[in-house]
């Protein structure tokens, strides 16, 4: 009886100790996972320092962009040059009115619009004053004009010209070095039937 039972308890002792086995794999395949988990995070550490390092560079880019709209602004705030031939004008009238101009000026003879103008003198102030002595060749020749004007509506505030000499008004420019000079009958508005004011101009460009 006895050597009957010993051989049915070397092989449950064998089952017993295969099932033992088992649960010892499968005790160790979390410890396994666990160590793969971990060197698998260790890439992604890497990676998000290595996009920070990235991110860094990229704020330095940003950086160097804005200092250099910072430097193209305060270049935008620096003045600009005057124009050249820029210089003051003033008309003083007999009935005590005077004007101040800044002008832009040029004093060497030129064509313009088919016409050869010997010197002239612009200003853009409000109002506004025109000075221009004709020379002997094209369309318009030998007219001399001072006028002022309105900026906004370009009415004529007060004007002399040599083509009012039919009238009774005259005028007469003169350029001495870069000095424009003249006297004439001024007439209020341009107007030829109203009494004209004697005036002298001077543009110094």
């Avoid at 320092?49 to 990235?54: F, L, Q």
């Avoid at 004008?89 to 088919?114: D, H, R």
């Amino acid at each position: 009886m006895r050597l009957r039972l010993l051989p049915v308890l070397v092989v449950a002792g064998l089952a017993l100790a295969a099932c033992g086995s088992d649960d010892d794999t499968t005790d160790s395949e979390p410890s396994s996972s666990s160590e793969a988990a971990s060197a698998a995070t260790e890439p992604a550490a890497t990676t998000a320092d290595g996009d920070n390092d990235t991110g860094d560079a990229e704020n330095g880019d940003s950086d160097t962009a804005a200092s250099g709209t910072a430097e193209a602004d305060d270049a935008g705030d620096q003045p600009a040059d005057a124009p050249a031939g820029g210089g003051a004008a003033t008309l003083t009238l007999a009935n005590g009115e005077s004007y101040e101009f800044s002008v832009l000026c040029s004093l060497e003879p030129q064509i313009a619009a088919g016409s050869e103008i010997l010197f002239t003198a612009t200003s853009y102030d409000d109002p506004s004053l025109d000075i221009t002595q004709f020379g002997d060749e094209g369309t318009v020749t030998g007219l001399a004009t001072v006028s002022v004007y309105d900026a906004t509506t370009f009415d004529s505030l007060w004007e002399a010209s040599s083509t009012n000499e039919a009238f009774g008004g005259t005028v007469e420019l003169s350029l001495d070095g870069s000095t424009i000079s003249g006297t004439g009958a001024f007439y209020p508005g341009g107007d030829i039937a109203a009494e004209p004011v004697d005036g002298d101009v001077v543009a110094n460009c």
